[in-house]
């Protein structure tokens, strides 16, 4: 959704009296049909497109609330595709305080969004911004040694984090940036990590003899980059942040890549979590809503036949297949009615 | 005496199926071009709520801009607010379509509407005994309906409803037949009254107080001009919504004809329940498609604008089945229907249900 928390500032509607008459729409549905921006909801104009390697397109956002992140923070992305919204999370590659918000996405085969984007992305599309979120951040006065470990896509919010701590005047301290890449050309900000004052970046190559760093991480690649780091950084696949608290236990991380979305064969088999009542159950292959009403929930329901939308709750993550007409459906935060849908394998369900 | 076409239960399944198959293929194929219609509808209608509320603001452009604002409360009422309740937008992700949140500009509550029509309406249609639609609690509309000297004022009830039309819908879940007959107490409802009690304060205050005080001086002209759209929205809405289940030649159920009803049979009687009116494309945005009310029943939460390419699909199963397709134009239909409100004030001689066995061959 375009909205997910109200946590950024937002400029207050004057008037109970102008809420009245633009009752009971609301002024920002009003203003937004001039221009999509002319809201108090959080969006921004594709001002630019860049597809700088093979395999990643860059877009700079200009959003018309700031976006106001920490280094190291994401956003939910909202991009409407064929007259769907669909909202993924991407690190903001830009440093603090920059206006203009710079994201770097990674094209992966089969993906939704990432396709499109890449493909289709220009100048002049809207996209929804949410507040910034997460905890891979800076502590308020970084350490003086930094080692920041990134793998693939997991460039983006070191990035973010290199360039601040490079435009920042009063912090004097060593940074070492090393970016896991398969071949030389997928790495994206190669040129720009070498141009950052006070900024040492290395190159690790998994396919590739070019690079500054041979395979896949061990103790001599740290080594090379940062003997004794004060504090250590890593974003990137599950294996990459492992391989590093193997080493450096204590490490900030975050994992970036997708989980792929393992769907079996048969209705039943793993876990319903409902999320907003803190209840899990087995999954029995019966319908979201008979399986919350055994587990002793209650939510709103009709005609329990698909007909009525009286059920529909949002679906946070999983597969349900409808049982009227047998389609499938994986999307993440997808509206479903509970009547007829049947969970298979894990399910997240906000209810 | 309208006849009653008999199905197998093989042959209600095989039915069934194939109107699945029409939904399916819709559903399988909305996309773009369906989001951009309805945001083409939202954009109109505002902009003329904007520029009809602009002109009331001065006496002499009061006829268009009371004009403006009328069909501005038509679209918003039926081709978007109807329409996008009943979900017909969800598969969007978009905040502003979806049809848990939107609320509408009338005085009905829309979380009401929702359970009143999307639950009660639509999957109880035309069952007597169930279907509050069938009268709304104060008209006779079916034989079936016990005559008792009340209704003599059938007509007279009628045409107040019409009038008052959007306080009729408002005080919908009110129930307040039952509250009448003494089956329950206005205190049960007092929740359900506060609700009302605020959407409707909200839009007096916005249409019969805010507006015309901003226009100062003139504040006459725009509180007779807000009057009279909501007037001609009533009848309208009025008008298009009695032709839905009421003409001549559609049908009432009892209750258990309509228990354990399969898929196939469940279509069967929103088919026989239901009745279309025919027009230009401009006449079915206008009605919010519900003149479509025969696809509209069968398919509530596909996009009504989808309802047009579907309907000789549709028109094609009920012929090859042997089921009626009762359509007609607006005023033929409407004039059956004032003629059925004022035979029903009468008392009628009770004629039977069709008999189970007429609609399920043995």
Known sequence: MFTQTYALPRPRIPGRLLALLAGPHGVDRYTELVDPMWTTENRATVVRVQRSTPRSVTLWLRPNHPARFRAGQYLNVTVEIDGRRHTRCYSPANAEGVPMIELTIARHDG???????????????????????????????????????????????????????????????????????????????????????????????????RGDLPGHLDERH?????????????????????????????????????????????????????????????????????????????????????????????KVHGAVRNVTTGALSTEYDEAVQICVSAPVGDVEIAL | M????????????????????????????????????????????????????????????????????????????????????????EWTGDPALSGQTFEWDTACP????????????????NIVGMDRDIG??????????SWRPYYLGNPVYALLLMVLFQYGVALHELETERIASGEITLGDKREVLQEIWRKTRRQVLKD??????????FAP????????????????????????????????????????ETRGQWYYRQILGSANLTGGKLFHILSGNLSHQIEHHLFPDIPARRYAEIAPQVREICQRYGLPYNAGPLPKQFATVVRKIVRLGLPTRRSPLPAVAARVAA
Request: charged fraction near 20%.
């Open chain 2, 2 to 89: 309208t006849h009653t076409p008999a199905l197998t239960p093989a042959q209600l399944e095989e039915f069934g199926r194939e109107l699945d198959a029409i939904r399916e293929k819709v559903v399988a194929d909305l996309g773009r071009a369906d989001v951009d219609y309805i945001r083409t509808v939202v954009k109109a209608q505002r902009g003329m709520e904007v520029a009809g509320r602009a002109l009331l603001m001065f006496p002499l452009t009061w006829l268009p801009g009371t004009a403006l604002l009328s069909v501005s409360k038509i679209l918003d009422n039926m081709e978007i607010g109807h329409n996008v309740m009943h979900g017909q937008y």
């Open chain 2, 221 to 260: 002209f725009v509180f007779t001009g807000n009057m009279t759209a909501n007037l001609v929205r009533n009848i309208w809405a009025f008008s298009i919504i009695f032709c839905g289940h009421f003409p001549e030649g559609t049908q009432e159920f009892s209750i258990e004809q309509s228990r354990n």
């Open chain 1, 222 to 314: 740290l080594a090379r980059a940062m003997p004794d780091p004060d504090a250590v950084y890593v974003c990137g696949p599950t294996a990459l942040v492992d391989a590093v608290r193997r080493h450096h236990p204590t490490a900030v991380a975050e994992s970036f890549a997708p989980a792929p979305l393992v769907i079996p064969d048969t209705p039943g088999g793993g876990r319903i979590t409902f999320s907003d009542s803190g209840v899990e159950a087995e999954n029995d292959g019966r319908t979201l809503l008979d399986q919350a009403e055994s587990a002793g929930l209650r939510p709103a329901s009709g005609c329990r036949m698909g007909i009525c939308h009286t059920c529909t709750r949002r």
């Open chain 2, 136 to 145: 709304y609690g104060i008209l006779r509309m079916s034989d079936d309906q």
């Open chain 1, 111 to 209: 993906r939704t969004v990432s396709e499109y984007l890449f493909r289709s992305a220009r100048p002049g599309i809207t996209l929804g911004l949410s507040a910034p979120a997460g905890d891979f951040v800076l502590p308020a006065k970084p350490p003086p040694r930094l080692l920041l470990i990134a793998g693939g896509s997991g460039i983006t919010p070191v990035m973010s984090m290199a360039r601040t701590l490079a435009d920042d005047d009063r912090y004097d301290g060593d940074v070492a940036v090393v970016h896991y890449v398969r071949t030389l050309d997928d790495a994206c900000y190669r040129r720009q990590l070498r141009m950052l004052p006070g900024i040492r970046a290395l190159h690790a190559c998994t396919r590739d003899t």
């Open chain 2, 110 to 125: 829309a979380n009401q509407w929702r359970h009143s029509h999307n639950f009660t309406h639509h999957t109880y249609t």
């Open chain 2, 208 to 217: 019969y107080v805010a507006f015309p005080l901003l226009a100062g001086p």
